[in-house]
């Protein structure tokens, strides 16, 4: 190329897509809590595309090996990625999620938190998690030859077991319709920043 053009990404939403190592004992302590777990609907006005969740909200106080390799996870991303070293992050709460066949969560947000996670175990083949920019910074629908990161304003990842999703919370996303057996399974997170933030009559101090 004779002119070559230099790419800027500026203020991107970053997603982070991990495996987490577990020993097969550890596998089957996530399902023991699972199947021990009593879960309510989330959408009880919505009886054909309901998905359940745990009435725990902090199921991974129940899973503190798990708990300890995720956020062992999100920090090295938060430090290493988007070099977050002197801010520190707490875990304010967690939910196993279930979805049976044909059955789906439509776009929404994690509202009040910072980060969202969400890892993935015991499916029987691989979910899918979309997210979607509704804001895509302009009003014209120019179409594209080949769709891309940098071009296309919804991108949809293809989870396995034992995998882990980092995203920023207030990204809109959906859980597509499961159309395997049996049901799908994940365990979502929300994290908060937590010390002194801003200065004067905006500072804040969260513990």
Not at 182 to 201: H, P, Q
Request: hydrophobic share 35%; with cysteine.
């Amino acid at each position: 190329m004779d002119n070559p053009i230099d790419i800027h990404l500026l203020f991107p939403k970053v997603v982070a897509h991990a495996k987490v190592n577990l020993t097969e004992n550890q596998e089957l302590d996530i399902e023991r809590v699972y199947n021990e777990t009593k879960f309510c609907s989330t959408r009880p006005f919505d009886k054909e595309n309901v998905v359940e969740m745990s009435e725990s909200l902090h199921i991974m106080d129940e899973l503190p090996i798990l708990k300890e390799k995720c956020l062992s996870i999100f920090n090295n991303f938060k430090n290493s990625i988007m070099r977050q070293e002197s801010t520190q992050f707490k875990m304010t709460t967690s939910w196993f999620t279930k979805t049976r066949p044909g059955q789906n969560n439509g776009f929404h947000k994690h509202g009040n938190q910072d980060y969202s996670m969400v890892f993935y175990f015991k499916n029987p083949k691989k979910v899918q998690i979309t997210f979607e920019d509704f804001n895509p910074g302009h009003n014209r629908e120019i179409t594209s030859t080949e769709l891309n990161q940098l071009n296309r304003g919804d991108w949809t990842f293809d989870m396995g077991n034992n995998e882990l999703i980092i995203f920023p919370s207030e990204v809109y996303h959906k859980i597509q319709p499961f159309d395997g057996e049996g049901v799908r399974k994940s365990i979502a997170m929300n994290l908060t920043a937590t010390g002194e933030f801003g200065f004067g009559d905006s500072k804040i101090n969260v513990r």
